[in-house]
């Protein structure tokens, strides 16, 4: 359905100050790192750009703050507007501020961080507004289009999150609770991006590139795929810690079996199936193409020596020990059809190129949306606790150096 909007260009109102500085290559002292446990969390949830926006709005429609005790002072005030609707400045604030705390505690520590992203707190402040604001027109687009995430759709996504994370809902639900979540707060955050999944689907359809696009783009890149090899493995599963004697005894079993595979007395899919200790050992153990996938580097250059049908000696890596098998090879001079081309190098051709387009076509769509909408963004107020001044990141930059 067609979308009438005003178009209106941004209006960012800034008093005079000073130039930006050029990007310095200055050493971080500090890195943000996630743990183990949260990194899990965002992939599952799928939602990092939900987590650095505006979480909450209020029915009047106007962008709230964090409504809670911070330990640094407010402003208050209103940083933006986004067609008549105003986000506040402690929004903005307690956002930027959940990065530098913790973080980057010391003017110095801040200011050579932003400075080794090219930022400034002004440039830092108006990326973020940017986000609050593509955010409020993303929820405002749903309406428009009529986009709306059923019970049914938060039940399927709720189960999937369990089931990837290994079926346990209850261990689940424990993980997600370390990084601040709820199953309540947990499942409002997915239905925001199951509503802005539907609304690309809506704005930028899936289409699936024809046989000629798919021959096309192999053989621009055909130095990518051409040597593909597609492997088999058994993994005899060998602790880090092993003892020799454990070492010995998991050694000895790998070479039994690698005897009777060459000797003709086991076929290899069989023995997979039978001996191996890894996922693929269902499917005979196949791990598919090596060019689009990443293996260890010794797996790697084992199978990179083998021809199709060949059988390596035992490979030892961090997981165990391994014997390989290399199962197809692709090597062509020219693609003249896709006959030529193993189904599985097909289909990852054809569903990457297929997510470029969308990811083309939604963002051209959603640069019009935005451009299309009046925003403006205030002047930053000098005494907002993430400004700094940006000569400290120089002064970091000495210190570190000594």
């Not at 979540?181 to 199951?194: A, G, M, Q, V, W």
Request: net charge negative; proline share 3%; hydrophobic share 35%.
């Amino acid at each position: 359905m067609a979308v009438n909007r005003k178009s209106a260009k941004i209006k960012r109102e800034k008093p005079e100050s000073e130039a930006a500085p050029t990007k310095r290559q200055v050493k971080e002292a500090r890195k943000e790192k996630l743990s183990k446990t949260a990194k899990i969390v965002l992939v599952v949830i799928g939602i990092l750009a939900m987590l650095l926006s505006v979480t909450a709005m209020a029915c009047s429609g106007v962008l709230n703050e964090v409504n809670k005790e911070e330990p640094y002072e407010l402003t208050g005030g209103v940083a933006a507007t986004v067609n008549g609707v105003n986000i506040k400045e402690d929004t903005v604030t307690n956002q930027i501020m959940s990065l530098r705390k913790g973080s980057y505690d010391k003017d110095a520590d801040w200011a050579a961080y932003l400075a080794s992203q090219g930022l400034t707190p002004e440039s830092y402040r108006e990326n973020v507004i940017d986000g609050i604001a593509r955010q409020y027109l993303l929820v405002e687009a749903e309406k428009e289009y009529g986009i709306t995430v059923s019970q049914e759709d938060l039940d399927k996504a709720w189960k999937d999150a369990v089931k990837n994370y290994g079926g346990d809902e209850k261990a689940f639900v424990e993980m997600i609770e370390q990084v601040g979540f709820t199953k309540d707060t947990y499942l409002e955050n997915i239905k925001s991006s199951l509503a802005q999944q539907k609304l690309k689907d809506e704005v930028a359809p899936a289409e699936k590139p024809s046989d000629e696009e798919v021959v096309t783009y192999l053989n621009e890149n055909l130095s990518t795929y051409n040597g593909a090899r597609r492997s088999s493995h058994i993994l005899f599963k060998l602790a880090e810690d092993a003892t020799d004697e454990e070492r010995a005894k998991v050694e000895a079993e790998a070479q039994k079996v690698l005897d009777q595979i060459n000797a003709g007395e086991l076929e290899f899919a069989k023995a997979a199936k039978k001996y191996s200790e890894d996922s693929s050992a269902d499917k005979g153990g196949d791990v598919g193409w090596d060019k689009l996938t990443t293996f260890v580097p010794e797996y790697q250059d084992a199978l990179s020596k083998l021809g199709v049908d060949q059988v390596s000696g035992l490979v030892k890596t961090t997981y165990g020990y391994h014997i390989i098998k290399c199962t197809e090879l692709f090597e062509v001079q020219t693609v003249t059809s896709l006959d030529e081309v193993p189904e599985g190098i097909r289909t990852y051709v054809s569903d990457m190129l297929e997510s470029q387009a969308v990811a083309t076509a939604y963002g051209e769509w959603l640069t019009d949306y935005t451009e299309k909408a009046e925003i403006k963004i205030n002047p930053m107020p000098e005494n907002v606790p993430y400004n700094v001044d940006m000569k400290k990141a120089s002064e970091k930059k000495d210190d570190s150096a000594k």
